[in-house]
């Protein structure tokens, strides 16, 4: 079956996402480059981006209608894309256009007419792919849909292997992300610590806060530049403070792939992946006693952060890589075919 993927990144995603894993004899994936880049980090879309949205949604619509092939699905990652598809689908009729949407995240309960468009749109998607169990039952109140049209897959990331020693001379704390994270905890258990602290996040997500005179903060690095960050740090903190979505997972996935300790928050992000005292720390949410607790316990523990880091790397190696994915990719596009018996 030939599916349209619609991904919110200039570059595409066949090339170097979960796609290329599934087998081209079942399914086949057109990828349909975006015209502008998606930024998970923000807490809203812009009435522009949405636009933007629209328009790459029409584009593969239009696309599928013009194939003329029962035998073609629209493949769409972020749940803008999902909720902009929907409504075209439904505005065109096209009832047998099978969708389903990957990586389906809203960072928050945003609420009023974006909430109410997206009720409408998602009730026309087949099939929503979220990564954390827990944000079935909250997407599926909030959006008036049924809890089986909903399946769980662990987030995917590409494998990723060090190549970068940890700095041991000079030793720091790493935080990185933007969206959701709770650095007012996070400042609060660092003050006072002689433990060098960076945050790689943008401005507005530590906006107002009173930053320790240990604490440094970037913005603007490249993916490579923040790869090199999370190899060289000693330990790796992700603090979240949502609790009706996901977040934190891409930052602390790829900590654990390259074999780093990493202390979290107990949430609805980290609870399928997160096990505390196996492959990873986990914190109460809001607790900046309990956060300094565990980075002091960890800091000096050079036996512990070895373990932890060691089983964390295996369990990502072994559920959360873009291979591992594909398997459930391939069996959710075969499900969506059979419904429209092509």
């Known amino acids: 079956m030939q599916w349209i993927l619609m991904g919110s990144s200039r570059g595409g995603y066949d090339h170097h996402w979960i796609t290329r894993f599934v087998p081209a004899s079942r399914h086949r994936f057109f990828d349909l480059h975006a015209p502008y880049d998606h930024d998970r980090s923000r807490k809203a879309s812009s009435a522009g ?60 309960d945003h609420g009023g007419l974006k909430m109410r468009l997206a009720r409408i749109g998602l009730q026309a998607v087949d099939c929503i792919v979220v990564h954390s169990r827990q944000e079935i039952a909250t997407y599926s109140k909030s959006f008036g849909l049924p809890e089986d049209r909903f399946t769980f897959v662990p987030f995917s990331v590409n494998v990723l292997h060090p ?27 660092v ?23 240990n604490v440094e903060v970037r913005a603007g690095l ?11 740090a000693r330990l790796s903190v992700v603090p979240v403070a949502n609790i009706w979505s996901g977040s934190g997972q891409v930052t602390f996935i790829e900590a654990m792939m390259f074999a780093r300790p990493v202390v979290t928050t107990r949430s609805i992000g980290s609870a399928d992946y997160v096990v505390d005292g196996e492959n990873g720390v986990l914190v109460p949410p809001a607790d900046p006693a309990a956060l300094r607790a ?30 591992a994915a594909a398997a459930t990719m391939a069996q959710l596009c075969d499900r969506l075919q059979s419904k429209i018996g092509a």
């Open 222 to 232: 490249t993916l490579e530049e923040c790869h090199v960050l999370a190899q060289r």
């Open 191 to 213: 003050r006072g610590l002689d433990i060098p602290l960076l945050v790689v996040a943008g401005a507005h997500a530590v906006e107002g806060l009173d930053r320790p005179p």
């Open 49 to 108: 981006q949405w636009l933007d949205y629209f328009r790459h949604a029409f584009r593969g619509i239009r696309a599928a209608r013009l194939a003329g092939d029962p035998k073609v699905g629209a493949l769409t990652v972020f749940p803008q894309l999902a909720t902009a598809t929907g409504l075209l689908k439904r505005a065109f009729g096209l009832k047998r256009l099978p969708v389903l949407a990957w990586s389906f995240n809203m960072g928050q």
């Open 163 to 189: 190549t970068v020693e940890e700095d041991e001379k000079k030793p720091f704390l790493l935080a990185m992300g933007s969206a959701n994270r709770d650095y007012a905890s996070l400042f609060e258990a």
């Open 294 to 323: 565990a980075i002091l316990s960890l800091w000096e523990d050079e036996a512990t952060r070895a373990r932890l880091g060691a089983n964390a790397r295996q369990y990502a190696l072994d559920n959360l890589t873009h291979e």
